[in-house]
């Protein structure tokens, strides 16, 4: 399936900003499921310091606000060419070790509240395949998907002591439920066509766990699906922090409003 | 050089300079206090107008006795100007930019603050009154003679030259619009109102009565006296001459290149202010006017100053 | 502030060794009460002097240090005025035949410490071949995962060390903590120098005490070398502090000055054309070494600690493109370990193939269960610290605290027994200390400092000799009411 994809956030500051930057982390790779046949990344009111990969292999771009600047726009524009890989990604080499996605982060730890979620979960894992689709399922029916109730510094813990979120929560429950039984497994951010026109698409989240002889499998838990022709991935981490898509520093006396505008069209249709 | 270190630099010594001024201002009022109780209440009120600390003053006390003035200036926490203030902020900006000075200057500033300090925060009577101020002077010399004897000729000299002679042009301009004020309040009143023994207060806070003395044949005159703190080049308190040092060394740290620079182009503008008045004017012929507007400029200069060579971000 | 000066009155009976008793081994006498040849010559010396004349001086030496600035601020203490580290005049002196060993023994254990931070953070070598566990790495805050794959300029990790030693008897060192994170003490060492020249210009003259004044000039070459491209001629260091109202404030200005490089803060720093620069009057400067005096946590709020102000914005990114090397490296932290410690003789043979110079004290880690069993059976033989702890703070000396410490401090161990090791209590050794009635013997301990560049190590000669200076006391911690003497490595 070929994608259209064009994503643009814009900043507006007012007040005094001493010093400002962003550190940008939109541009995908090309993998056994997607190929990256164009794709630019373009910044008005800022400058591209530096790109460099970070230690999950994503590619971080580092931009500096220009110092007369109040208004920052932040955009890219792609086309991929996506294959359907039967929800196996077998992408990845970056230099972790695997038992460092074994570890839960501040975002999954586990409380009181998890941890009885854990325990009530009502089925065990002949096939482990099934039974992490049946946890995807379970989380998806238990905790209902309301954007505005969380934010992008909710943990896991405290999304399951409300029972609502969006697809960030989702996938940090099922990371943290995955990470209790030591299974290696990581969080990802990326764009994801959906079926109905939906006029407020944002960027989507889902997981990867990693099977020995398989490799990385892909769960979406809140579409409760696994990931298709329909996902471009561009992020990997252990978990939303790692993989923020625009996080900025900015210094001085001000205040921010910022808006994303998204839009995936499928060239096809 | 760091523009943040320039930033302490010029600071430490505007604080160097502004404590050995304030000094000597307690000192020439505790002398008035001793020689002549005539007008000494006008005498504290205008040196707590000249250091810009007579509402912090009037919070704490109602009634200007000399002591109180004196403890007042010399340590009340109330007071943002007091001498302990002033010096621990100086040590401060030493600190930070301990990398470059020299270590003569650094510890000789060092032992300036932990000694005076020491002194002021134990009880002061006043017999020690003129010791304190005296040994403080004398621990400053300290620190400028190392200064110009150990520093090397760098901008980091002349940025401690720029802020000590900034910090003198707005100190000598002050003493003498505040005196004008107070002294005469009334235009039409001829020089002669103000006494000798002010005039030699004046040239006494300026630790310029020798000098006065020596060049004008021991005749205290107003309109003499007014030139030699406004126009003479060779006394180093002048405004004249802090100012010539300003343009000097803008013009060092440039490295000649000042055509395009802001703070020097404003400086030369202040000279020619500076340069408009005429010798033979009368001694208050729009003096406060003339004054204020170089005070303000010069307090632009500064600022311009700390924009110019990236004082802050 | 008078309490930190020890006033001293003149005493007619003056011997400078008629006090002195002590139980283990001293550095000055040995156990048939003789003094030693190290000591011989000062001893002599010393007894010729005047004792009314010595205190002055030591007087002196403790206004010098005032006015020199050489001032610390104790965590915790609301007390905010600046403190002296008590110094004391008697030197410490150590053969130039015994130094040969800690300089090996130190120079091999940077070595072995730099291969395993390289192993730790790529192919984990170490773990493969079962010799350290994993779990010491799995949940370690200190082992960055940021590093993990990167390789910092010339795989240099530990640019600068400090490695805390003991002797417990002749030619007999224990290893007590390596500081790799950012180790400091080095401007006191370098201090006392200058005061003890300054105080006894004789002794320098007659006896053959190394230089350990090269220090800086080593450091700013060793910094320049690890420059992260070969191709800069004169590559441009500068100093990183937290700021001026750091404890450590005048070491960073000072090392700072000695090198005649900047001394930079956060604020002076920002990311232009993709390098760390800094603001100058005439405009941004590239900088090519960053020694950093601050912890890791706090380099770059995009990376680490998001509320940090200390650091830069994009440092991290900087770096991760090869264009800066920070010393220490970020993630050097993993082998200050006090668990990973214990493994370091094993690092030796394991990377290196030699035999350990330096001795290892024994270590039992409270995580395993029989070794935590062993911990609260023993409490009252042992030293308990915390894993990540430094500075002598929440720690626990089994022999020399009360019943109530020691049950407060079980709890503490029971309740996070994975935050805890133990040791045995050593017998530090002790060394003569000025005291009104003449020298007594007080514990000391020796951090020699040492810098590793690709092909080179440079070690002090001597080090910082920290002294307790409370009787009988362990601990030499400057926080803990410790003091400082020079160190003199003595030529045949």
């Known amino acids: 399936m070929l994608l259209n994809i064009n994503y643009k956030t814009e900043y507006k500051i007012e007040g005094i900003l001493n010093e400002g930057y962003q550190r940008v982390i939109l541009i995908p790779k090309s993998s056994n499921s997607q190929k990256i046949i164009e794709w630019n990344l373009n910044i008005e009111g800022g400058i591209k310091e530096i790109n460099s990969k970070d230690h999950f292999s994503n590619s971080v771009n580092l931009i500096r606000m220009n110092d007369d600047t109040n208004t920052i726009n932040i955009s890219v524009i792609g086309k991929v060419e996506t294959i359907n890989c039967n929800g196996v990604f077998n992408d990845y080499k970056d230099s972790l070790p695997i038992w460092s996605y074994t570890q839960q982060t501040k975002l999954t730890m586990p409380g009181k509240e998890l941890k009885n979620f854990f325990k009530k979960v009502p089925f065990k894992n002949d096939n482990l395949i099934e039974y992490l689709h049946s946890l995807s399922n379970y989380i998806r029916d238990k905790i209902e998907y309301i954007p505005g109730t969380t934010n992008y510094k909710t943990t896991?813990?405290?999304?399951?002591?409300?029972?609502?979120?969006?697809?960030?929560?989702?996938?940090?429950?099922?990371?943290?439920?995955?990470?209790?039984?030591?299974?290696?497994?990581?969080?990802?951010?990326?764009?994801?066509?959906?079926?109905?026109?939906?006029?407020?698409?944002?960027?989507?989240?889902?997981?990867?766990?990693?099977?020995?002889?398989?490799?990385?499998?892909?769960?979406?838990?809140?579409n409760g699906i696994s990931p298709d022709e329909k996902y471009v991935s561009v992020a990997k981490g252990f978990d939303y922090n790692d993989v923020v898509p625009i996080k900025g520093v900015l210094k001085g006396m001000f205040t921010e409003k910022h808006k994303s505008k998204l839009s995936i069209k499928s060239i096809n249709e | 050089?760091?523009?943040?270190?320039?930033?302490?630099?010029?600071?430490?010594?505007?604080?160097?300079?502004?404590?050995?001024?304030?000094?000597?201002?307690?000192?020439?009022?505790?002398?008035?206090?001793?020689?002549?109780?005539?007008?000494?209440?006008?005498?504290?009120?205008?040196?707590?107008?000249?250091?810009?600390?007579?509402?912090?003053?009037?919070?704490?006390?109602?009634?200007?006795?000399?002591?109180?003035?004196?403890?007042?200036?010399?340590?009340?926490?109330?007071?943002?100007?007091?001498?302990?203030?002033?010096?621990?902020?100086a040590r401060n900006n030493a600190k930070r930019s301990r990398v470059s000075l020299t270590t003569e200057v650094w510890e000789a500033t060092n032992s300036c603050w932990i000694e005076t300090s020491q002194r002021l925060k134990n009880n002061i009577y006043d017999k020690d009154i003129q010791n304190i101020l005296f040994e403080l002077r004398e621990k400053i010399a300290l620190i400028i003679?190392?200064?110009?004897?150990?520093?090397?000729?760098?901008?980091?000299?002349?940025?401690?030259?720029?802020?000590?002679?900034?910090?003198?042009?707005?100190?000598?301009?002050?003493?003498?619009?505040v005196r004008h004020f107070l002294f005469m309040p009334n235009t039409m009143v001829k020089n002669d109102v103000i006494n000798e023994t002010q005039w030699e207060a004046i040239l006494r806070s300026l630790s310029a009565y020798r000098a006065y003395m020596w060049q004008n044949q021991n005749e205290l005159n107003a309109i003499n006296i007014s030139n030699f703190l406004i126009l003479d080049d060779k006394m180093p308190r002048s405004l004249k001459f802090s100012l010539d040092q300003i343009l000097k060394n803008i013009k060092l740290?440039?490295?000649?290149?000042?055509?395009?620079?802001?703070?020097?182009?404003?400086?030369?503008?202040?000279?020619?202010?500076?340069?408009?008045?005429?010798?033979?004017?009368?001694?208050?012929?729009?003096?406060?006017?003339?004054?204020?507007?170089?005070?303000s400029s010069n307090i632009k200069l500064g600022n311009i100053i700390e924009d110019e060579f990236n004082f802050h971000k | 502030m008078n309490a930190e000066i020890r006033n001293f009155q003149y005493d007619e009976s003056f011997n400078p060794l008629k006090d002195y008793v002590c139980k283990g081994y001293d550095e000055a006498i040995n156990d048939k009460s003789q003094i030693r040849i190290t000591y011989k010559k000062f001893l002599k010396w010393f007894n010729n002097q005047n004792y009314s004349e010595l205190s002055k001086k030591d007087l002196d030496a403790n206004r010098l240090f005032k006015i020199t600035g050489i001032t610390f601020n104790v965590y915790g203490d609301k007390d905010d005025t600046e403190k002296l580290i008590p110094f004391d005049m008697v030197p410490r002196i150590i053969s130039s035949l015994e130094w040969e060993k800690v300089e090996k023994g130190v120079s091999q254990r940077i070595r072995?410490?730099?291969?395993?931070?390289?192993?730790?953070?790529?192919?984990?070598?170490?773990?493969?071949?079962?010799?350290?566990?994993?779990?010491?790495?799995?949940?370690?805050?200190?082992?960055?995962?940021?590093?993990?794959?990167?390789?910092?300029?010339?795989?240099?990790?530990?640019?600068?060390?400090?490695?805390?030693?003991?002797?417990?008897k002749a030619s007999e060192f224990y290893v007590l903590e390596d500081n790799v994170r950012v180790p400091?003490?080095?401007?006191?060492?370098?201090?006392?120098?200058?005061?003890?020249?300054?105080?006894?210009?004789?002794?320098?003259?007659?006896?053959?005490?190394?230089?350990?004044?090269?220090?800086?000039?080593?450091?700013?070459?060793?910094?320049?070398?690890?420059?992260?491209?070969?191709?800069?001629?004169?590559?441009?260091?500068?100093?990183?502090?937290?700021?001026?109202?750091?404890?450590?404030?005048?070491?960073?200005?000072?090392?700072?000055?000695?090198?005649?490089?900047?001394?930079?803060?956060?604020?002076?720093?920002?990311?232009?054309?993709?390098?760390?620069?800094?603001?100058?009057?005439?405009?941004?400067?590239?900088?090519?070494?960053?020694?950093?005096?601050?912890?890791?946590?706090?380099?770059?709020?995009?990376?680490f600690k998001e509320d940090s102000l200390l650091g830069v914005p994009g440092l991290m990114d900087v770096y991760r493109k090869g264009n800066i090397t920070i010393a220490n490296a970020p993630g050097t932290g993993i082998a200050d370990d006090k668990a990973i410690y214990s493994y370091v003789p094993e690092m030796i043979k394991f990377y290196l193939g030699e035999q350990p110079i330096?001795?290892?004290?024994?270590?039992?880690?409270?995580?395993?269960?029989?070794?935590?069993?062993?911990?609260?059976?023993?409490?009252?033989?042992?030293?308990?610290?915390?894993?990540?702890?430094?500075?002598?703070?929440?720690?626990?000396?089994?022999?020399?605290?009360?019943?109530?410490?020691?049950?407060?401090?079980?709890?503490?161990?029971?309740?996070?027994?994975?935050?805890?090791?133990?040791?045995?209590?050593?017998?530090?050794?002790?060394?003569p200390v000025f005291s009104k009635t003449g020298l007594v013997p007080r514990h000391v301990d020796l951090r020699?400092?040492?810098?590793?560049?690709?092909?080179?190590?440079?070690?002090?000669?001597?080090g910082l000799t920290r002294v307790a200076l409370k009787k009988g006391s362990l601990v030499v911690n400057s926080s803990q009411g410790g003091g400082t003497k020079d160190t003199w490595v003595i030529d045949k």
């Open chain 2, 145 to 177: 003679g190392y200064l110009n004897n150990t520093m090397l000729r760098n901008e980091i000299l002349y940025f401690c030259y720029l802020g000590t002679f900034i910090e003198r042009f707005d100190n000598t301009a002050r003493i003498l619009d």
């Open chain 3, 358 to 431: 330096l001795n290892n004290v024994q270590t039992f880690r409270c995580s395993h269960k029989t070794e935590l069993k062993y911990v609260i059976e023993n409490i009252d033989k042992l030293v308990v610290k915390e894993v990540h702890g430094s500075g002598g703070y929440g720690m626990l000396i089994g022999p020399f605290s009360s019943k109530k410490e020691i049950e407060n401090f079980k709890r503490k161990i029971l309740a996070n027994p994975k935050k805890y090791i133990a040791q045995p209590t050593l017998a530090l050794s002790t060394c």
């Open chain 1, 156 to 222: 896991a813990e405290e999304a399951v002591k409300i029972r609502k979120g969006v697809c960030q929560d989702h996938t940090h429950i099922f990371l943290s439920l995955v990470r209790m039984d030591n299974l290696p497994c990581r969080y990802i951010s990326g764009f994801f066509l959906p079926e109905t026109k939906n006029q407020d698409l944002a960027m989507h989240a889902w997981a990867e766990v990693y099977i020995d002889d398989l490799g990385w499998v892909g769960f979406d838990i809140s």
């Open chain 2, 1 to 89: 050089m760091l523009g943040n270190t320039a930033d302490s630099i010029f600071w430490m010594f505007r604080y160097l300079e502004r404590a050995e001024n304030v000094s000597r201002l307690i000192e020439t009022g505790f002398q008035l206090f001793l020689t002549s109780k005539n007008n000494i209440k006008k005498e504290w009120q205008s040196i707590l107008k000249t250091t810009g600390s007579e509402n912090y003053y009037y919070d704490q006390n109602q009634s200007l006795d000399s002591i109180s003035v004196i403890k007042f200036m010399l340590k009340d926490p109330s007071n943002p100007n007091n001498i302990l203030t002033i010096l621990d902020k």
């Open chain 3, 448 to 462: 020699p400092f040492a810098l590793l560049s690709k092909d080179e190590v440079y070690v002090t000669p001597g």
């Open chain 2, 253 to 295: 740290i440039k490295n000649n290149k000042v055509k395009n620079s802001d703070s020097f182009n404003l400086g030369l503008s202040i000279q020619s202010k500076l340069l408009s008045r005429k010798r033979n004017y009368s001694y208050d012929f729009g003096l406060h006017n003339y004054l204020d507007k170089l005070i």
């Open chain 3, 184 to 303: 400091s003490g080095i401007s006191y060492m370098m201090k006392n120098r200058d005061i003890m020249i300054n105080l006894f210009p004789e002794l320098f003259a007659e006896l053959p005490i190394r230089n350990s004044k090269l220090y800086p000039r080593n450091l700013s070459k060793f910094l320049k070398k690890s420059s992260p491209n070969s191709n800069i001629k004169s590559p441009v260091v500068a100093v990183l502090t937290p700021g001026v109202n750091n404890s450590a404030y005048f070491e960073h200005s000072y090392l700072a000055d000695q090198m005649g490089v900047e001394l930079v803060e956060g604020i002076d720093l920002s990311i232009r054309k993709g390098h760390l620069s800094m603001r100058t009057i005439e405009g941004w400067k590239k900088i090519d070494v960053l020694y950093r005096r601050i912890d890791d946590e706090y380099l770059d709020p995009l990376w």
């Open chain 3, 112 to 168: 072995a410490i730099n291969s395993f931070l390289n192993d730790i953070y790529h192919n984990q070598e170490i773990i493969k071949a079962k010799i350290l566990p994993l779990e010491l790495i799995y949940k370690n805050p200190a082992y960055l995962f940021q590093m993990v794959g990167f390789r910092p300029p010339n795989n240099i990790y530990n640019h600068i060390s400090g490695i805390d030693l003991i002797k417990t």
